[in-house]
């Protein structure tokens, strides 16, 4: 059966070879005549704890309130102020990389103030993991703060796959390269996707764009972070521990599905990755 794609399924079909760098957590607190001109180097979250802040972009102008998040993207000048007593967030700077691709969350529109009717569970366990870590007076349990801000992504790309959130924020391009790479290789991950059950050849994936497979190779490779091999053999492990866990198929049955030649080529390929056979899996 044939399954439409989009562009957030490449974040959930690669989301084993994701990346988050945490680089900075921190509480600060502005006066009255705080402001603020700058352009962040990495991807920025701002947890609004106290008061409000502004922040314009040349004529545009957004107001994040108490306990709303603020998703900045690197690259991009703007001019943040508050209009009441004061403001108090805890900011943190990451990076979000796939394979070797940076910067691929650039694609999405995410960057703007998610109001806290949407993400309210996760900016409470992102600000209590924060409180717990540092009253102990340093950054803490930095992996356990990773994990919350993990939790606070997760959920933002969430609402934006189901059309609840749209960032607001310019972009520094409204369509990033990756962006557009992303859509010219729609057909190939539609392709991958319906032909799973076959053995997908490299030289067939590269005729489908016009491209020499040495040069399709390299171009995916940039575009996405990982080789188009690396690609097939992730979502065919995606779809075996699905099927798996499923439990509605026998190994022999599951090694047909996803164009193994016996069942023996796919335990093999299968404890590679997982590192058990798929006999003791569930």
């Known amino acids: ?26 509480m600060i607190s502005h006066p009255s005549d705080w402001i603020e001109h700058k352009a962040h180097v990495y991807y920025d979250l701002w947890f609004i ?53 940076q910067r691929i969350l650039d694609n999405f529109e995410l960057s703007g103030i998610i109001p806290h009717r949407l993400i309210r569970e996760e900016f409470e366990l992102f600000t209590r993991a924060y409180d717990t870590a540092h009253s102990r007076g340093s950054e803490g349990n930095r992996l356990y703060q990773k994990a919350q801000l993990m939790a606070v992504l997760a959920r933002i790309i969430e609402l934006y796959g189901q059309g609840q959130y749209r960032g607001e924020f310019p972009v520094k391009h409204r369509r990033s390269r990756v962006g557009r790479n992303l859509d010219f290789f729609q057909p ?12 997908i050849r490299i030289s067939e994936l590269a005729s489908l764009v016009g491209m020499s497979e ?3 190779i390299d171009y995916f490779k940039r575009s996405i972070g990982i080789t188009p091999g690396q690609y097939i053999y992730q979502v065919r492990m995606n779809r075996a521990r699905d099927y798996l866990y499923s439990r509605h198929h026998s190994i022999q ?9 016996d069942p023996f080529t796919f335990s093999k390929a299968f404890k590679k990755y997982y590192h058990v056979p798929p006999s003791k899996f569930v």
């Not at 190939?188 to 053995?199: C, E, P, Q, R």
């Not at 049955?253 to 030649?261: D, H, K, N, Q, T």
Request: charged content about 25%.
């Open 1 to 26: 059966m044939r399954m439409e794609h989009s562009d957030m399924d490449i974040l959930n079909e690669l989301s084993e070879h994701i990346t988050l760098n945490m680089k900075t957590c921190w």
């Open 49 to 101: 704890r106290e008061g409000r802040a502004v922040i314009r972009f040349e004529d545009e102008q957004f107001v994040a309130e108490e306990r709303d998040i603020v998703f900045f993207y690197p690259g991009v000048p703007y001019m943040a102020h508050t209009d009441q007593a004061g403001c108090r967030f805890i900011f943190t700077h990451f990076d979000f990389v796939i394979g070797e691709r």
């Open 188 to 199: 190939i991950f539609d392709y991958v996707n319906d032909h799973l059950h076959t053995a």
């Open 214 to 216: 040495k040069y399709f």
């Open 253 to 261: 049955e599951i090694a047909s599905l996803l164009g193994y030649p």
